[in-house]
């Protein structure tokens, strides 16, 4: 017998399947019924008590704690040795910057992306390689997953109920990756953020969907970082928030020979980044408001919608210094292919959060 919901058991698995369906624990697609025994090998698999608190929304009063936590991670097919990265994935989640409930709420639509440094991606098999974010790997998928079910059956983020996303994307289903260590250009960025190469982290982000970056024929590298600038500026996604640039390890070896340092990347592409306040209002990204430039990092947004002289003379930039561009590398060896994920909102956004991952 099944036990799968409350006093509920059923003997055929596809019942038990369709009345996880019937209860709304799904995000559309088959789960896997979570059954005492699996959980509890799930549980074992992290370093938590079953009742420690992994995820708080002190907005809404709600909270995740291991046990449920392994409820999702079993329905989402994840194997106990993927536990740790969940659960430290889940705790990053809670810092009061990452302002979990308007990410999980808002009409912009933003996926948790979650990236993952250090040993343990070879440890788990985090794949970093060809076809990066797309399916066929099951760490990836089902750490991913499990994360938008905790959101979903935890915190409530229903879409039409808590969530508003106005289309939202499939990263919503599962977004999560390894960084290609080896390729990076510099130290991975785990390090980059103060941590020891020898420790394992996840680096969250409330991201809006990927933009394909491609460039198979520049031989210098301001001309290759021109046409990642050139996109983070597009109107489409430009606001003063942050970005994530994941380099293909063919744009990566050519920024390695370059000798460019990853401070003088995030530095060109912060400069490069940019458009005229007079072209910004011209495309209608400003809104009417009472901010004024210096007295806020997202003065531009909040002004007058009017081009005035001397509005052609003022640059807009994506973020609000190069600190804001983080860099990672990961994808196929052959392929000039990157990606440029910009953070979730129309304004400043919220930051990324790396997390120790503790493995038993």
Same mark, same amino acid.
């Given at each position: ?64 704690t291991a046990r449920k936590a392994a409820v999702n991670a079993v329905m989402a097919g994840c194997l106990p040795e993927y536990f740790p990265v969940v659960g430290a994935a889940l705790q990053a989640m809670s810092a009061p910057e990452f302002a979990l409930h308007a990410v999980a709420a808002s009409t912009g639509g933003a996926a948790v992306l979650v ?58 289903? =599962?977004?999560? $990756? !390894? ?7 510099? &130290? %991975?960025?785990?390090?980059?953020? /103060?941590?020891? *190469? ?26 290759l970082l021109g046409t990642f600038a050139d996109a983070m500026a597009a109107f489409g996604s430009l606001s003063s928030g942050r970005s994530l640039i994941v380099f293909a390890p063919e744009h990566a070896r050519k920024i390695s020979a370059s000798g460019w340092s990853r401070s003088q990347v995030q530095g060109y592409l912060f400069e490069h980044s =940019?458009?005229? $306040? !007079? ?7 400003? &809104? %009417?408001?009472?901010?004024?430039? /210096?007295?806020? *990092? ?63």
């Amino acid at each position: 017998m099944i036990p799968v919901h409350g006093d509920q058991q059923v003997d055929d698995p596809w019942e038990a399947i369709e009345a996880c369906y019937t209860a709304g624990w799904t995000d559309g697609l088959p789960v896997v019924p979570p059954t005492e025994p699996l959980v509890a090998a799930m549980l074992a698999g992290g370093v938590w008590a079953a009742d420690e608190v992994l995820l708080d929304d002190p907005w809404r009063g709600m909270a995740v704690t291991a046990r449920k936590a392994a409820v999702n991670a079993v329905m989402a097919g994840c194997l106990p040795e993927y536990f740790p990265v969940v659960g430290a994935a889940l705790q990053a989640m809670s810092a009061p910057e990452f302002a979990l409930h308007a990410v999980a709420a808002s009409t912009g639509g933003a996926a948790v992306l979650v990236a993952v440094n250090g040993p343990i991606r070879e440890g788990i098999g985090i794949h970093y390689k060809e076809n990066l974010f797309g399916p066929g790997f099951r760490p990836n998928a089902t750490i991913g997953r499990t994360v938008r079910l905790v959101l979903r059956n935890c915190l409530a983020a229903i879409p039409g109920a808590l969530d508003k996303s106005t289309q939202g994307w499939p990263g919503k289903y =599962a977004v999560c $990756f !390894a960084e290609d260590e080896a390729t990076c250009p510099w &130290e %991975p960025f785990h390090v980059s953020r /103060g941590y020891e *190469p020898s420790q394992s982290t996840v680096t969250i982000m409330a991201a809006e969907s990927g933009h394909n970056i491609v460039n198979h024929a520049s031989s210098e590298v301001s001309e290759l970082l021109g046409t990642f600038a050139d996109a983070m500026a597009a109107f489409g996604s430009l606001s003063s928030g942050r970005s994530l640039i994941v380099f293909a390890p063919e744009h990566a070896r050519k920024i390695s020979a370059s000798g460019w340092s990853r401070s003088q990347v995030q530095g060109y592409l912060f400069e490069h980044s =940019a458009r005229s $306040f !007079a072209d910004v209002k011209r495309g209608g990204k400003v &809104e %009417p408001g009472g901010f004024v430039e /210096g007295f806020d *990092p997202v003065w531009w947004m909040r002004s007058d919608p009017t081009v005035h002289p001397g509005d052609e003379d003022i640059l807009v930039r994506r973020g609000t210094g190069p600190d804001d561009i983080a860099l990672m590398v990961g994808g196929g060896d052959a392929g000039g292919h990157s990606a440029f994920f910009p953070t979730w909102s129309r304004d400043r956004s919220v930051p990324l959060v790396t997390q120790e991952i503790i493995i038993p």
